[in-house]
């Protein structure tokens, strides 16, 4: 309701020619609002909101469009348009956006881009994705040390209508190294006279260009900081991460975790489901099941090779779907526990056996609840006249639910220790994902559930 | 082993009776830091070294050690030793601690504390678990309208020391009601003698103590905040939740999140897998899987009443499990796409009818290619033999390949559009979680498979 209510005085506003009354509209709301509401917009019209209001606050609600939105406003513009907007960008945002532009129009703009800023797109867009490097920003404040708190804030003062944060200053040397870094707090909390190498903290909490985004933004998480200092290898400041930028990158990440979890291939970028065309999502879906397919050959062939037994005694196949259903749950929740108290470091591999004695009993009692279940289950669903000959049905739903019970543990271990098992080989442990685990799980408690009927009953 | 060195250099100035030795080595590094080191003492231990340090930093240090470690230390301390500590540690954490304390600790413990603080910790207790009321803390700046930028700087700088952040103050009126914002880089930027009311933004982005958590840390994500003022129903500011409070919501609500998908019941805090008692990881585990395994019963009474086709073509029951898995896995699938498409608010519930039609398009898709690799698995696996007289394998292993098409496509559709519905009655799309939908599909995917069996080789 509201916002129709604004999306018609931005529409009033644009028929008038009142561009200070579109300004002043714009600057009274948070860019990401006013981003959220030009988004309904033809991405022509909204470059004619955008074309009218001051460079700065252009930029800053460009950059909160949609992705999407964003390349349809971009190829509606002309390249001097393009390169004054690139102009007023932040640094990550402007290498973002050109990373995603096509190649040919990336080579058409950067002739119409300063000296200065060519070299740090060129810089910033060097560094691999995913990593520290990729997602940051080189407007940060840096301070020498011999200079005084005041004359400190003065230079921020300054500096401040360029910089991502004056909340945080890194105070280098004539090398650009990092040698320490203030806070805008101890800076206005210290004597305006003292010099900033007195109050500097030296142990800084930094990350490597070379860094795991997730990483650099889990350091921002645990030692609560508002910017995060990037080096490279000589120790040389090239960047900071904020941490706002920790947020996006956490929710992005956790977004890959979940989908590599149910076996979706392929990196997901923001606001994209509709748009992704059909078989791009076709691919990235499509690559795991088949795999997964083809992987349930080999419980094919285990359910072929006791098919004599399954011929003589009809009533197993019946109880087939039970223990394939009950081991892949089983073997889901216990790995998804794992896999993330390993996540969010609450276990490491070296508590593996403190996990499979903690597991073993998680187990134990789950297999006894569920063997009572399996046991019930078979005496209401069949009656004596599923049971063959010389057998009682007693007898055969004790085997079902004995095997039922071994399912439950021999899956519940397996979908606790393989993540951390995984973890040990330095792989990612999201990969043994649910749909992977369901299948490996399924093979196993085939062979066990055929075996123990085979011994059992003496097939 | 920068740890180890570390941790033996603790050692040796706990020896020492240096205390500003410790203090300064303390001080040297992150409280975060301090806290995981001294994580690895004995609960008696750590007190002795937090007891010979600055309060200040004793807090800060306390703060950051895990809920368990915390629990073990508060246990060890005397009333008054914890009274003292319960005076320095800021807001939220106090009250976070006081909660997890049992009943006749907290009814011993609050009268040895000051008036004021036993009523800020009765006001921030009383909001419900998971509220943006239930993580705020009360320690704001607060400025009134009418004094100057210059004023305002000298009033931060006098109070910093008690306050969580002071990069962003808030406007009240003599009511306490919330007028306006204004930023430390706003303060520093205009002219010392520049009235607050002329340079505060009006539009403030606020979060009402009664909010989930987790959308009020998704607003400090949406907006670039470093704190998000938190208002009752008089718009009256009573505290503020700080962005690195957003991210550790994030990551409880993520988790959370995972487990529910994974059908485990029950909360998860932080730091708890390995001393959660087996018990609790029996009960929040069991009370999904019983249930599922109680719906399951349904495919148990599906099988039954085709027992008769079963009998009739036992080759039916050897691709039983690649029907069950393929459906589960193509399910869980388009349920994990659009669940965490519908909770970043890339679609919702009103793109229902697009997300049916791109659903379809790559279910056509994924079960053309998986209903081609089923036919090919039928003619690898079994013989000739397997076919009961007057059948010929090739359209047997039609039947089943186009039973598994039909399967992956209603199995998709389920998953995809289940979580719409979900949230459209304004439920937990999350409870369509793996093993619950897996359930369900299989259900139907054993219906699909005999119905379409008898119906082409006409049993």
């Known amino acids: ?118 070299e740090d797109i060129r810089r910033l867009a060097s560094y691999p994705e995913e990593t520290a490097g990729s997602v940051m920003t080189s407007e940060y404040v840096a301070l020498t040390a011999s200079i005084t708190a005041g004359e400190a804030i003065a230079k921020i003062r300054l500096e401040a209508p360029d ?22 707090k101890d800076l206005i909390l210290a004597k305006p006279t ?54 996006d990158i956490l929710n992005q990440e956790y977004t890959e975790d979940m989908e590599k979890f149910m076996a979706i291939a392929g990196k997901h970028e923001a606001g994209t489901y509709l748009s992704t065309p059909t078989l791009v999502h076709y691919k990235n879906r499509a690559i795991w099941i088949v795999t997964l397919a083809a992987i349930g050959l080999i419980s094919g062939i285990i359910v072929h090779s006791f098919s004599g037994t399954l011929m003589q005694l009809m009533i197993l196949a019946l109880y087939m779907p039970m223990i394939a259903d009950t081991g892949g749950n089983c073997g889901s929740q216990a790995a998804t526990v794992i896999i993330r108290a390993l996540a969010i470091k609450e276990i490491s591999t070296k508590d593996a056996f403190k996990v499979f004695f903690k597991e073993i009993k998680i187990a134990l009692l789950i297999s006894i609840t569920l063997g009572l279940l399996g046991f019930g289950k078979v005496l209401l669903l069949s009656g004596s006249k599923d049971a063959p000959v010389g057998y009682s049905l007693k007898t055969i739903a004790f085997a079902i639910a004995l095997a039922m019970s071994v399912q439950v543990i021999s899956a519940t271990i397996i979908g606790a220790m393989l993540p951390i098992f995984v973890t040990k080989m330095k792989l990612d442990p999201a990969i043994v994902a649910s749909p992977a685990l369901t299948t490996i799980v399924d093979i196993i408690g085939l062979t066990i559930y055929f075996t123990t009927a085979k011994l059992m009953l003496g097939i």
């Not at 800084?204 to 998480?221: C, H, L, T, Y």
């Open 1 to 118: 309701m509201q916002k129709i209510l604004i999306s018609t005085d931005i529409k009033r506003l644009m028929k008038s020619e009142d561009n200070s009354a579109l300004q002043k509209f714009c600057e009274d709301k948070h860019p990401a609002d006013i981003a959220d509401i030009l988004s309904s917009l033809a991405p022509t019209e909204i470059w004619k909101v955008l074309s009218r209001i001051e460079d700065q606050l252009t930029a800053e609600i460009f950059s909160h469009l949609g992705d999407e939105t964003q390349m349809k406003v971009v190829s509606s513009l002309r390249r001097s348009d393009l390169a004054h907007l690139m102009t007023n960008l932040s640094s990550d945002d402007r290498v973002d956006l050109i990373k995603k532009l096509p190649e040919n129009k990336q080579d058409a703009l950067l002739p119409a881009l300063a000296h200065a800023e060519r």
């Open 163 to 184: 910089k991502e944060t004056i909340y945080y200053a890194y105070v280098t040397d004539s090398k650009r190294r990092l040698l320490g870094f203030v806070s805008l």
């Open 194 to 247: 003292t010099l900033i190498k007195d109050i500097m903290e030296t142990d800084v909490i930094f990350a490597n260009v070379s860094d795991d985004q997730e990483d650099a933004a889990r350091k921002i998480g645990k030692y609560d900081l508002i910017a995060l200092p990037v080096v490279n290898g000589n120790n040389t400041l090239v960047g900071i991460i904020t941490h706002d930028d920790a947020l």
